[in-house]
């Protein structure tokens, strides 16, 4: 099968996130540190040549590809290399996993922040590298104090330390993007625990107020600790600062609070003033709407 020829009639899904690389591949994988005893899951398989300079360093590649249209020409491109096992399928969707694996991808731009939220959540996740359009990119990697700083640069941080290795100009991709991408090294520096199950949406409560002080957004039940200066911004708190006050909010019996809509949200921040502690909840409920 002609690549080339197929690819001039292959009609890119924009749902999908599809843009391939088609710069210099060895200057892609110059930048990691990938050996042959490596296991590496990739997403996003594409064309399936990046994957191929993978296999050639590494143990084995585990690749996912969720657009079966490119089948024929995935399986033809990999005849001869027999540590590169294929799945067709989500991998939003896959449930099991290596005890221990390296991860690479030129991440979908549809599905970028889920995949690593998802990878958040794998333990036997070690490291690895991915390539993400820049804007997001730089999102993730921000620190306190930048414009950039959000929920989802504190929820990754907290699991994930991150390094900008280079920056790939959209010409490398094909469809070209509207954005240049950044390739980043991620490896990860706190486990999963069930705990952070209400993480994510603890954080997005916070900043839907970002430009507001602590004491103002944040209830009475995440107000005890002394270490943490409730007068500051969300912005301005550094990631394990946002883990305290997390802990704090799981360690609460009125974790209620966070998870009603924003309006009763700042309704109960009066619960502090009336200082219900240990009444039935809808009880309370009622007593700071009426008032």
Partial sequence: ???????????????????????????????????????????????????????????????????????????????FYKNIEVKFMDFLKEEEFPEKFRFFSNLPYSTSTEILKKCSKINSMIDG?????????????????????????????????????????????????????????????RPWEEKFESYEKFLKEIFSKRRKKLKKTILYLVQKSNKIDLSLRPENLKVSEFIELYENFCRSENKFNSWCNRKTFRRLSLYKKFGFKNSNFWWNLFWIWWR
């Avoid at 990119?137 to 900008?164: D, P």
């Fill in 1 to 79: 099968m002609n690549k080339k020829e197929f690819l001039k009639k292959f009609r890119f899904k924009k749902s999908l996130g599809q843009n391939f690389f088609i710069g210099n591949r060895d200057d892609l994988i110059n930048l990691t540190d990938f050996s042959e005893d490596d296991i590496v899951l990739e997403v996003g398989t594409g064309t399936g040549d990046v994957t191929k300079e993978l296999a050639k360093r590494v143990y084995k590649v585990i690749t996912y590809e969720i657009d079966e249209r490119l089948k024929d020409l995935i399986k033809e491109n990999f005849i």
């Fill in 129 to 189: 590298y991915f390539m993400i359009q820049k804007e997001l990119g730089e999102r993730i990697v921000s620190k306190e104090n930048s414009k950039n700083y959000g929920a989802i640069s504190i929820f990754l941080q907290t699991f994930f330390e991150f390094k900008t290795l280079k920056v790939f100009s959209k010409n490398n991709f094909y469809p070209r993007p509207d954005v240049d991408s950044i390739f980043i090294y991620v490896k990860r520096i």
